[in-house]
């Protein structure tokens, strides 16, 4: 395969590391300018046309919001597919609409990863059902919340116990916490949408990690799911978990058993 590459952070750098020459015969990446990019068979492309011009057969987007309108929506109406980590940037209806139609012009698919969350698979399932009802709880230590709005509606070094300091919907929090948003909005693409998927933010003095819990309810069936993530070493924000899923989508367009 002939991966593409938005970003050499955390996850992009971690996943050349994963990578074995089994899975890439070529990658081709998309930094910023300036940044080394440590792999023996990375080709760089230093603009998202000369991406593009190299004809990935799949596109990793890990890299940020701006990113996705940059190259994602280019590289779809160009007809390549697109895995995209960075799916808080769908909290952004016209974004999303644009990226749809870029795909269906292009013919090219648009790929969302369950990244730092599981269960989404029973959750698509579930939705053309419909009657759904999600309630997803995201929980850090409050040092976590450091650098985030969070500061500025609670006392986060003077907390002694959990404290709910966000409650609202998936679109809600795109707003109010954008840097926050892509589990919810995972959440929300697989099942009830960003306007009835409901969302609350905490911090716990106790908590050791990240923790993300949500409990469905649905004519087909109930779950409630939780998941105490381990954070990734290059970035205490990104769980370890979410770059082994972007491992798997990648692992599952080679087949020969898709799971
Ligand atoms: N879906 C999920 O569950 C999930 C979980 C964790 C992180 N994420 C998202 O994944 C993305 C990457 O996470 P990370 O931990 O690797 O972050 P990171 O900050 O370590 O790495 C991002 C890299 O992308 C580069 N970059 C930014 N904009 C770029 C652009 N336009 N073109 C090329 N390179 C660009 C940055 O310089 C940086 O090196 C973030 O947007 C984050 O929100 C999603």
């Known amino acids: 395969m002939h991966l593409g590459l938005v970003g050499y952070g955390n996850i992009g750098k971690s996943l050349l590391d994963l990578l074995g020459a089994e899975d890439l015969a070529r990658v081709t990446v998309l930094a910023r300018p300036g940044k080394a990019v440590a792999h023996p068979r990375a080709e760089v492309a230093e603009t998202t046309e000369a991406l593009i011009a190299a004809r990935p057969d799949l596109l990793v987007e890990c890299a940020g919001h701006a990113a996705v309108r940059e190259t994602v929506l280019p590289a779809l109406k160009a007809g390549i597919d ?21 795909a269906q012009d292009g013919g090219a698919m648009l790929i969302l990863p369950a990244g730092a969350i599981g269960g989404i698979d029973l959750l698509a399932a ?112 990104t769980s370890a978990a979410t770059i082994y899923s972007v491992l798997r989508e990648i692992r599952n367009r080679k087949g020969p058993v898709v799971i």
């Open 82 to 102: 697109v895995v995209l980590v960075s799916i808080g940037a769908l909290s952004d209806a016209a974004l999303e609409t644009a990226l749809h139609r870029a």
């Open 126 to 237: 579930m939705a053309p059902a419909g009657g759904l009802e999600v309630r997803y709880t995201g929980t850090k230590p409050p040092q976590a919340w450091r650098g985030t709005p969070a500061e500025d509606r609670i006392d986060l070094d003077g907390l002694t116990e959990a404290t709910v300091f966000f409650s609202g919907t998936a679109r809600d929090v795109a707003q109010a916490f954008p840097k926050n948003a892509n589990v919810a909005a995972t959440l929300a693409l697989a099942g009830a949408g960003m306007d009835a998927t409901q969302v609350e933010l905490v911090a716990d003095p106790t908590a050791a990690g990240n923790r993300h819990a949500y409990a469905v309810t649905s004519p087909l069936g109930d779950y409630e799911i939780r998941i105490d993530n381990r954070a990734s070493n290059g970035n205490a924000k």
